[in-house]
Structures are given as structure tokens and as C-alpha cells.
């Protein structure tokens, strides 16, 4: 192994936190950050989830915060290559004029990113049009991951669950799809102290065995993952706000050649306990 090479290995080990991989069938297997590291090369598909960037919250250092985050991702696709990035709602913390602030900056990120709207990204849905060029209920593939990023607020701030009409119909247009990760910013059962109740949702996704993972982000201070009929909920904790886990950090998830899926979260800025799940 080069310098180089060592180097990135041990910087890596550093920063890993909540390694796990999924198996076939719904099962967990803990990993150890040198797994997952020398698992590198069996990757056919890899992306990073953060939210909660809160920029433009008062009181807190909303632009050093994003700045940072962008750049640690940045860092990591140097090494570990991204195919995309999700930045999963609460881009801003209310006030509209700090929408194509954070774009200005998001757009530095490694390409293509993809945004949802959380509740605290209160614009209509033709202003976030204007500013995304999306809507705020979209669908696109990269390789051949389907990617369904769905609205669950609106400009006043409230709980709402995504279109389920959209979502039954995007499914449907992808059934023979080989993975399907779906993203929305509100967790769509109590599970959490924030989340909401729609059994619906639910009801939707399990008839579409292909959606590999629900992605949620909103609550601050949950970074790991639910089960629900074999299919992982997974929380990211936040990169921006005045409140959550003691550290901003974000998700990686990778998809391998044999159809499993390994998911951690990455802490560049300390060192925490060791992988424990």
C-alpha cells in the first residue's frame, strides 16, 4: 500500500461512526471501519444524505456550518467517488431569501445533487421551482438507482405527507426498476417525537419489494435506522441547527455489486465511540 493510499485509510478509520450492512432478507451485520474500507472496490453505487442545514437560523453559525459540511464532502469524494448527494430538507430556516444562498453554495457540491423541501424551507412550490429548476415531488435515475424525492411540508411549515397519489404512480412507472431509494424529510410514523402518522405511505411501499431504503432527516438527534417489513428507515442527524447529536455529520450509503447494501455515517470533525452496530 502507498503513502497515499495509507494515509486515506487511516483518515477514513477515523471518521466512520455506525457501520452496518444489509443483507438479503432484511438482516444486519456490523461492520468494522477497515471493512468497510477494503470493501471499496465490490462498490457499484455510492451516495452521501445530509440534512437539516438550517441556514439563516439566527444565533447560530449557519454559513461556517454549511461551508463545512460541503467541504468535508467534498474531501470524502476525493477518495470514495459519489455518484450523487441528497441534501434531504431544512436547506434554510424559514426566511425565503436564504434559499438561492444555500444554492449558490450546494452547487459546489460533487455533481449531480438533488434537494427536497422540509418544513422549515417554507416557499411556495413555484419559488422553489424557480430556484431548483424541479419540483418539489421528482423522480430521476443515475445508473440504475431510481431516485424519489418526495414533498411532506408546504410554505406555512406543516407536517404533510408526501403526494401519495405521485408516489403510487412513480412506483408503478418503476416496478421492474432494480433498486428504488425513496426520500422525504418528515418521518411518516411516530416513531420519533417530530414525526407523523400515514399509514397510507406504508401501505404503498410494501407492495414494491424493489425500494431499497426510505431516507428521512428532520430529526436532529437520529442517526440510525428503523425495520419495517425488511425495509430500512435510515436517519442522518443534521449538518446545520442548534440542536441533535453532538456532532454534524452525514450518510454514505453504498450499494455493492452483490446487491447489498452498506450504509454509515461519517463524522469528519471528531472521533467518536467505537462502530457499535
Wanted: proline share 5%; aromatic share 12%.
Amino acid at each position: 500500500m502507498s503513502n497515499s493510499q495509507h494515509n486515506s485509510r487511516r483518515q477514513f478509520i477515523k471518521n466512520i461512526s455506525l457501520a452496518t450492512a444489509l443483507i438479503a432478507g432484511g438482516s444486519f451485520k456490523s461492520l468494522t471501519a477497515s471493512e468497510v474500507f477494503d470493501m471499496r472496490k465490490k462498490v457499484a453505487l455510492r451516495f452521501v444524505v445530509a440534512s437539516d442545514f438550517h441556514y439563516g437560523q439566527p444565533k447560530t453559525e449557519f454559513e461556517a456550518m454549511a461551508d463545512k459540511v460541503i467541504a468535508q464532502i467534498n474531501l470524502f469524494h476525493q477518495t470514495q467517488p459519489l455518484d450523487f448527494c441528497v441534501m434531504n430538507g431544512d436547506l434554510i430556516h424559514n426566511e425565503k431569501q436564504f434559499l438561492p444562498q444555500i444554492k449558490a453554495k450546494l452547487d459546489g457540491l460533487p455533481k449531480p445533487y438533488f434537494v427536497t423541501r422540509g418544513n422549515h424551507d417554507m416557499v411556495s412550490a413555484d419559488y422553489w421551482k424557480e430556484i431548483w429548476n424541479t419540483p418539489l415531488h421528482h423522480s430521476t435515475t443515475v445508473k440504475d438507482a431510481v431516485i424519489l424525492l418526495c414533498d411532506t411540508s408546504n410554505e406555512k411549515g406543516e407536517y404533510l405527507s408526501p403526494d401519495l397519489i405521485w408516489l403510487k404512480a412513480q412506483l408503478e412507472q418503476h416496478k421492474k426498476a432494480k433498486q428504488v431509494f425513496l426520500f422525504v424529510h418528515i418521518p411518516q410514523v411516530k416513531w420519533t417525537a417530530n414525526g407523523i402518522d400515514t399509514p397510507g405511505f406504508y401501505e404503498i411501499l410494501k407492495q414494491y419489494p424493489n425500494i431499497k431504503a426510505v431516507f428521512h432527516g428532520h430529526e436532529h438527534d437520529q442517526d440510525g435506522h428503523k425495520m419495517v417489513d425488511n425495509l430500512p428507515f435510515m436517519f442522518d442527524a443534521h449538518v446545520g441547527g442548534n440542536w441533535g447529536t453532538p456532532y454534524k455529520g452525514f450518510r454514505v450509503i453504498e450499494m455493492m455489486k452483490d446487491g447489498s447494501l452498506v450504509s454509515y455515517m461519517m463524522n469528519p470533525t471528531e472521533k467518536m465511540n467505537e462502530i457499535s452496530f
